[in-house]
């Protein structure tokens, strides 16, 4: 089982971090560990950089913001690791964290610390060797959603976090934030913009509700166990996390959530392997999180059009960084046709109300 786990790289170039410095600082918090400290990357995520290290026999992960953002707000570091140290005692798969620390004289950037969860990580497809039967596909579909709704029906005030977000207004600030950054992010005229941000002004739903939602919930995002691909054993990412409108969540996932009867265009941006047999379609699974939850998922094309509106907008913010040379990450220079794709499907799901 071993092959399956999912396992970090060597170092982007222009993403390194000075060992002189964290070397010693690891080294103080860390004195029964005394050993060589290397470092390597895991490969995906284009927001917060993470990082696999090893000092001596002692392995952590370390989070930190990426090289050249300006959007401190999408990057705070303190909050995700305050949400963290909240979460893991009541949610299983919350990794947990360490320390945290906000000397940018170490890493130029405040980071924080975890345990790593070893585990299988899906892509764009499973690695060799998983069994992927339609079986343990939809069995797998159920963990996704089942896990999702846990973290929904959490009582966010008990666990120390009633002042993590403000639900009161939220989807209207969300409506009104994502049309700001996009436009302060902007380096393509992009006709659908204003078709989408008009239509979402003048559709948004009130808020039925509130729980601590994830915000970025993707098949890439969760840890699976490598000896049964079923069970959920870890949720990573957890940097967009806030008090919100649980449905907003749902509508994350979704777009995300490819069919295998979707045009081409959302197929090739398609992150997890969503289309195999036995895998839940998008309406298959908000009825069963509906089942779960008891929600009213009936304002579900709103959520998908906002949710692949923001998208569309983190993948522009993404290509301004890369644009501007911040960042030389070569993914990102092939972006602008993803952005065209995602706002195409927004304005979709809001013209024609199908999920």
């Known amino acids: 089982m071993a092959n399956l786990l999912d396992r970090p790289t060597t170092v982007r170039p222009g993403e390194e971090l000075d060992l002189s410095k964290l070397a010693p600082f690891l080294a103080s918090h860390f004195p029964d560990d005394p050993g060589p400290l290397s470092i390597q990357q895991f490969p995906s995520g284009h927001s917060n950089l993470t990082y696999a290290l ?17 959007v401190k707000s999408a990057h705070d570091m303190n909050r995700e690791f305050r949400v963290l140290s909240r979460l893991h005692s ?15 004289s170490i890493l130029s950037a405040p980071f924080y610390l975890m345990e790593p969860i070893h585990g299988v990580i899906l892509r764009r497809d499973p690695p060799p060797g998983v069994d992927f039967s339609p079986e343990n596909v939809r069995r797998l579909s159920e963990s996704f959603v089942e896990s999702l709704a846990l ?13 993590f977000g403000k639900p009161q207004g939220y989807l209207e600030r969300q409506v009104r934030g994502w049309i700001e950054r996009y436009h302060g992010s ?7 913009v204003e078709k989408i941000s008009e239509w979402l002004r003048t559709h948004t739903p009130s808020t039925e509700g509130a729980s601590l939602i994830h915000n970025d919930y993707k098949y890439d995002n969760v840890v699976l166990d490598p000896g049964d691909v079923t069970k959920i054993i870890g949720v990573l990412d957890w940097e967009m996390c806030t008090v919100g409108d649980p449905l907003s969540d749902l509508g994350t996932t979704l777009a995300y959530w490819v069919d ?26 908000v009825e069963y999180y509906v089942q779960k939850t008891g ?6 094309s709103f959520f998908l059009a906002l949710a692949r509106f923001k998208l569309a ?9 890369y644009q501007l040379g911040l960042t030389k990450d070569e993914r990102f220079a092939s972006m602008p046709g993803r952005i065209k794709a995602l706002l195409r499907a927004s304005l979709y799901a809001a013209r024609t109300g199908k999920i």
Not at 95 to 101: D, E
Request: net charge negative; aromatic share 8%.
């Open 54 to 70: 090893q000092l001596g026999n002692k392995e952590l992960v370390l989070r930190r913001p990426p090289f050249g953002s300006k």
């Open 260 to 285: 295998a009867a979707d045009p081409d265009q959302l197929q090739e941006s398609r992150s997890g392997p969503t289309t195999h047999p036995g895998s839940f379609s998008r309406r298959e699974l």
């Open 313 to 321: 907008v983190i993948v522009q913010q993404i290509y301004y960084r």
């Open 295 to 300: 929600r009213d998922a009936s304002h579900m």
């Open 151 to 163: 973290l929904h029906g959490l009582d966010y005030a008990t666990i120390g976090l009633a002042d």
């Open 186 to 192: 902007k380096t393509h005229d992009h006709p659908e």
């Open 90 to 104: 009541v949610y299983a798969p919350a990794p947990k964290v360490l320390f945290y620390c906000d000397d940018d």
